[in-house]
């Protein structure tokens, strides 16, 4: 053999000592598609966990709006993270997906606004004064009496003096709108004053009456001048019939509203019949501002005492300063 050959040889010979037997074709052609199956099914799976968790997240928000349909109240559903696949076991070449976030937002709810409720603090109006000249008192509309009675009962007490009053309401006439109240002081046995009244409507609709006094007047002391309601100067001329214990008639000039005790604007008396009823005449004068209205009482005294003034005749009049 020649030395060419020998190397040849040796040269095939080291070759195949490095040569492996190489594996069958079907074994090469099972794994393959043993890794293409699982690879297959851990797809399947990540999309079954999908789905599972979508109908997860819109049964949570159904519920939810359910929720605040009937109760009113806002419920917030978390954030729920779902992972689209897992990563394959063992299988080192297979990727893993990222995972998917659903986020849920909470439905809006408006609430109406609240309407409180009103009140009416409308106040009914009250009674308003009547014009200077056509009363005498009470002077303030607030002081004005409920009942007729009693009111001329407190002004037969209050301005003229008397004490021990009897005090009785005549049978109404055809105007309802005024009443005439009989005053008689000590327990009724001296010859009484009528005392005229008004009112003026009070309360919801005028469905209430307040009486005043607009005048007086007893048969005994009969006034011609000055006329109820005049405007007058100072000295004021009086003129008029009376009978009267010894022929004296006071006369006295006072605010809208006094008692009897308020210092007056004038003061004077008069003479007239002490047995049977006679004229007088005279004149009284007083100070007081312009446009001041005023009542004009002629009196007799109570000789026994008791009361100031027995009986008499109030007028209301305007002075005219």
């Known amino acids: 053999m020649t030395t060419i050959e020998q190397e040849l040889r040796d040269a095939i010979s080291e070759r195949t000592d490095h040569v492996h037997a190489e594996a069958p ?8 598609v043993g890794a293409a199956r699982r ?8 999309a079954l966990s999908a789905a599972a968790a979508l109908v997860v997240a819109v049964a949570a928000v159904a519920l ?17 993270e779902v992972p689209t696949t897992a990563e394959a076991e ?24 609240t309407t409180e409720p009103t009140t009416d603090t409308t106040v009914p109006p009250g009674p308003v004064a009547p014009a200077a000249g056509t009363y005498v008192w009470p002077a303030s509309p607030s002081d004005f009496g409920t009942d007729p009675v009693e009111t001329a009962r407190r002004f037969a007490t209050t301005v003229l003096g008397m004490v021990d009053v009897v005090a009785t309401e005549r ?31 009070t309360g919801p609709e005028g469905s209430g009456r307040a009486w005043y006094v607009t005048s007086a007047e007893t048969d005994q ?7 109820t309601g005049t405007t007058v100067r100072s000295p004021i001329t009086l003129a008029g019939t009376s009978l009267a214990f010894e022929a004296q008639v006071n006369v006295v000039v006072l605010p809208v509203g006094a008692s009897g005790t308020t210092t007056p604007y004038g003061q004077t008396f008069v003479m007239g019949g002490g047995t049977e009823r006679a004229p007088f005449s005279g004149t009284v004068a007083y100070s007081a501002p312009a446009g001041t209205p005023a009542m004009l009482i002629l009196s007799e005294g109570d000789a026994s005492g008791r009361s100031r003034i027995l009986r008499a005749t109030v007028i209301p009049i305007v002075l005219a300063g």
């Not at 074709?25 to 393959?32: F, Q, S």
């Not at 997906?97 to 109406?112: I, M, Q, R, S």
């Open 64 to 80: 939810v709006e359910r929720g605040d349909d009937r109760d009113g109240v806002v419920a917030t559903q978390p954030s729920t």
């Open 25 to 32: 074709p079907e074994a090469v052609l099972t794994a393959r």
């Open 39 to 46: 690879r297959r099914t851990q797809r399947r799976a990540a």
């Open 90 to 113: 063992g299988d080192p070449g297979t990727e893993v997906p990222e995972t998917a976030t659903t986020t849920t937002e909470p439905p809006t709810t408006t609430t109406a606004p």
């Open 171 to 201: 049978a109404a006439g055809p105007d309802v709108d005024h009443a005439l109240v009989d005053v008689s002081p000590n327990g009724g046995t001296a010859h009484p004053t009528v005392v005229r009244l008004d009112h003026v409507p």
């Open 221 to 227: 002391i009969e006034v011609t001048t000055p006329d």
